[in-house]
C-alpha cells in the first residue's frame, strides 16, 4: 500500500482535471451511508424522543438557548 506522501506526490503528477476527478472520488467515497452509524443515531434519537415524551428532560426554548451563548 502507498505511504500518504507517495500517494500525494503521484497525485500532485496528475493533470488538473484527473486531479479534480480524484478529488470527487474521494469526497463521494466518503458520502457512502454507514449502516453502523446510523443504527447508532436511531438508537439514540429513539432514546431522546422518549425521554421527552416521558418528561424525563428538561425542555427549553431555542431563543433561551441562543441567549446563553451570545
Not at 488538473?16 to 453502523?36: G, T
Amino acid at each position: 500500500m502507498l505511504e500518504y506522501k507517495d500517494l500525494l506526490e503521484n497525485a500532485m503528477k496528475l493533470r488538473p482535471v484527473e486531479r479534480a476527478q480524484l478529488i470527487e472520488s474521494l469526497m463521494i467515497s466518503l458520502e457512502k451511508p454507514d449502516v453502523e452509524i446510523d443504527s447508532t443515531w436511531e438508537e439514540e434519537a429513539i432514546k431522546r424522543y422518549e425521554a421527552f415524551k416521558e418528561k424525563r428532560v428538561k425542555v427549553r426554548d431555542l431563543d433561551e438557548v441562543i441567549k446563553r451563548y451570545k
